[in-house]
Structures are given as structure tokens and as C-alpha cells.
């Protein structure tokens, strides 16, 4: 098998997900400015191919906003894959190294907290779920 057509199948099921969850894709450095310009609270989740990325990020993503409160803008950039995106919206994370998977809450565009690599990888979907919920608790309005 071809190893740039698997990471393509890799690629496309990892950004479907993401995607059928709810979250918006930014692909691009003008795409990111335009979200972090609008008001309220926005979580961005930085997608990536790793292991911890498909078995615990995503879902943890897909299932921690079905939640009493939540960020009311869902986003996602995909490290490795829209890189200008990716390094635009790490701009917004000011204080926090580039982390991928990571999960960014962001108010009115300003940073508040980051669930960074090390608070995903080892631990199970629902314990990031858990991490993500006590963000929200903290941070967001009910939805």
C-alpha cells in the first residue's frame, strides 16, 4: 500500500470526525483572524494524526459538548495538515508552547486555558471529557 494514499485515508477520517461533531474547520491564517474576532467563547481543538489524537482527543471532543454549558463557537485546525492555519491560532494561545492534540478556550479572542498534549495523552476519552466539562463549568454560559 502506498503510504502517502493510507495517511490521505488517515488525513480525510481524522477531519470527518471532527467535522461531524460539529466543529468548524479553518484552513486558512484569515479563517482563524475571523473567528477569533467574534464575541463570547470559542474552543479551538488542534486535530493532529496521532494515536491519542483518534482514540481519545476526538472523542472527547465529540462528546464533552453535549454538556449544560459549553463554548458557543466550536473550531478545529489540523497541525501537520493547514499549517498557516494551525500557526495563526497558536498565536492566540500566548503563554501556552504548540501542543498537538490540544484543546484552546478562548473568550472574545483572548486566551483563557489550554488542555495541552499532556493532558490528553495517557488518560481515556472520558477523562478528557471530564477536564473539558470542568473547563466549561469554569468558563462558558448554558447553552
Do not use: W
Not at 477531519?15 to 474552543?43: F, N
Not at 491519542?52 to 459549553?70: F, S, T
Amino acid at each position: 500500500m502506498d503510504f502517502n494514499l493510507f495517511m490521505n485515508d488517515v488525513v480525510d477520517a481524522a477531519r470527518k470526525d471532527i467535522k461531524e461533531a460539529g466543529y468548524e474547520e479553518l484552513h486558512t491564517p484569515g479563517s482563524v483572524d475571523e473567528v477569533m474576532k467574534r464575541q463570547g467563547s470559542t474552543l479551538v481543538m488542534v486535530n493532529s494524526t496521532c494515536g491519542c489524537a483518534g482514540g481519545v482527543a476526538r472523542p472527547a471532543a465529540a462528546n464533552a459538548i453535549h454538556y449544560d454549558k459549553r463554548p458557543e463557537h466550536l473550531v478545529t485546525v489540523f497541525a501537520g495538515q493547514d499549517r498557516e492555519a494551525t500557526e495563526k491560532a497558536r498565536e492566540y494561545f500566548e503563554g501556552y508552547p504548540p501542543s498537538s492534540p490540544s484543546f484552546a478556550l478562548l473568550k472574545d479572542g483572548k486566551i483563557v486555558t489550554m488542555l495541552e498534549r499532556h493532558d490528553i495523552e495517557g488518560y481515556s476519552a472520558v477523562d478528557v471529557i471530564g477536564k473539558l466539562q470542568h473547563v466549561f463549568d469554569e468558563h462558558c454560559e448554558e447553552i
